[in-house]
């Protein structure tokens, strides 16, 4: 039993980081009806931008902001150079340039930085704490990740469902034709999409990168972890995409403890192709027309 509750506080911290790169690839998709195979590698990217401010200055902080505005300018030139070109010729040919965005960056981080792995320092504590005898796989420093995604999950909700910004990226991304005749500036919406999306991705690359390594392919399973969460939850739904970021990273917590954690992308596709077979649209999806 012990083992157990061990395993389900060492997935909720994982959990909090998948959670946040599927909510990256639900905002894209909200907001340009695109999935954007590559996230991770704009996450990596900006992670290592980040790794070099953090070793120059000694501030993770400030090591977190210039990923932040790193991820919203990367995200802007992946959808100006490449994604709204790509887009006006065949729409169908976007997730290839997305695939093609993600070998770039990969390719680009390594003539930059090498292909070594990386450490991050935490900027708090990151190992277990002690209490009632024993220490516990919970650290301070997850306290500070799980608190990050509260926060970012609480304003990003707020935006698409409170504000008029919100509803015209909604619009945007779900009748371009008609939002246009509504006086919505329809191209800035789906550039503020990447870089909103751009810079979630760039805060999950920071927050996980102390709890394992930072090199050019080193986020390519939090790929599939976060893909996986998204569809199941639902790529419409904010809240699917949280809620089952979070059930995910304590599946594979689960099944990385009691069995091996090569098993743990097996198991997630899995339950994708159950999801697809059963509830295509996620969990948290629905086929109701919607008033935007």
Request: hydrophobic share 60%.
């Amino acid at each position: 039993m012990t083992s157990f509750i061990d395993y389900l506080l060492g997935g909720i911290s994982n959990g909090a980081i998948i959670a946040l790169m599927a909510l990256a690839l639900v905002l894209i998709w909200r907001s340009t009806r695109v999935v954007n195979f590559a996230q991770v590698g704009q996450a990596m990217f900006t992670t290592y931008i980040a790794l070099s401010v953090r070793d120059v200055t000694g501030s993770w902080l400030l090591a977190l902001i210039v990923a932040i505005v790193a991820g919203a300018i990367l995200g802007m030139i992946v959808h100006l150079l490449v994604i709204r070109p790509v887009a006006r010729a065949d729409t169908s040919g976007v997730i290839i340039a997305t695939f093609g965005v993600l070998i770039a960056l990969q390719a680009l981080a390594g003539m930059i930085w090498g292909g070594d792995n990386r450490g991050f320092p935490a900027p708090t504590e990151n190992s277990g704490i002690e209490f009632a005898g024993r220490t516990w796989p919970f650290s301070v420093y997850d306290v500070l990740v799980i608190v990050i995604t509260a926060l970012l999950v609480i304003g990003l909700t707020i935006m698409f469902t409170r504000t008029n910004l919100g509803l015209s990226m909604r619009a945007s991304a779900f009748n371009p034709e008609v939002a246009r005749l509504s006086g919505v500036r329809v191209g800035r919406m789906l550039a503020f999409g990447w870089v909103l999306a751009g810079m979630v991705g760039a805060v999950a690359g920071v927050l996980v990168a102390p709890s394992a390594t930072v090199s050019p392919n080193s986020f390519d399973i939090l790929l599939v972890f976060a893909f996986t969460a998204a569809v199941i939850g639902g790529l419409d739904s904010l809240v699917g995409a949280v809620a089952l970021g979070v059930v995910t990273g304590l599946v594979i917590s689960l099944v990385s403890g009691f069995s091996d954690s090569s098993n743990a992308p097996v198991v997630a596709l899995v339950l994708l192709a159950l999801n697809l077979l059963l509830k295509p649209d996620g969990i948290f999806g629905h086929h109701k027309a919607r008033t935007v």
